[in-house]
């Protein structure tokens, strides 16, 4: 199956500072990734799906001036937080939008869990 | 946004018990997928049934989908301690270029 490889798994950081999230696709290639946000005890959020080559499509309600997406290449999406505060605390998981399209399972990668101090 | 709406939130049962986790979405769809995530951890795909189809199975889990009523379940039989982890249901359309609306979950608990 189609591999996802989201790097770090897991990351401390600062108040007003920005983390950046990797989510690559090692065997294939992703026009679209789709990005998740996670809070404790809560389903999964669609937070933004991003094209490569074109801006993202964020969903309503998300800031997109503080998550900056980036999709550069087909087997590469970045996600930046920007200046975090506590309450962007969460686990975040990226997915390539090609699974589901041809009928199969969806993979996702492993997750991001940040933590705003 | 969420589409779909689960019930129960929580559910603890006694291993060996079936356990039967229902999920249900507002608009149409293509396909719907459930998912395993033990806490704080990635998901783990465990079955994907689309929408001209009712039944699907994959050794102890039988998936249900009736789209006239907008709903599926989930049933894992012989429940094992090891099954203890939170469940969402995620709905497709092929037009939307894969994009997933998950539910709100279902948190199982299974005491040996």
């Known amino acids: 199956g189609a591999v996802v490889s989201q790097h770090p798994s897991w990351v401390i950081c600062k108040s007003g500072t920005s983390v950046k999230i990797e989510c690559r696709s090692l065997d294939f290639q992703a026009t679209t990734m789709f990005w998740y946000r996670q809070f404790p005890k809560q389903s999964l959020m669609l937070m933004a799906t991003s094209n490569e080559g074109s801006k993202a499509t964020y969903e309503q309600g998300v800031e997109k001036d503080k998550f900056l997406i980036n999709h550069a290449s087909l087997t590469l999406s970045t996600l930046t937080v920007t200046s975090a505060h506590p309450e962007d605390s969460s686990f975040y998981i990226c997915?390539?939008?090609?699974?589901?399209?041809?009928?199969?399972?969806?993979?996702f990668g492993q997750g991001t869990r940040l933590t705003v101090v | 946004s969420q589409q779909g709406e689960e019930d129960p939130q929580a559910l603890s049962i006694q291993e060996g018990e079936n356990a039967t986790m229902n999920c249900s979405y507002k608009?149409?769809?293509?396909?719907l997928q459930w998912y395993r995530q033990n806490s704080g951890r990635g998901l783990v795909h465990l079955i994907l049934?689309?929408?001209?189809?009712r039944e699907k199975h994959s050794g102890r889990l039988r998936v249900t989908l009736d789209t006239s009523k907008k709903s599926s379940s989930l049933l894992i039989t012989a429940s094992r301690a090891a099954d203890t982890a939170s469940y969402f249901c995620?709905?497709?359309?092929?037009?939307?270029?894969?994009?997933?609306?998950f539910g709100q979950g279902t948190e199982l608990s299974v005491k040996p």
């Open positions: 608009t149409s769809i293509n396909n």
């Open positions: 049934i689309r929408s001209n189809e």
């Open positions: 997915r390539p939008g090609q699974g589901v399209i041809k009928g199969t399972e969806a993979f």
């Open positions: 995620a709905t497709g359309r092929d037009n939307q270029g894969g994009k997933l609306i």
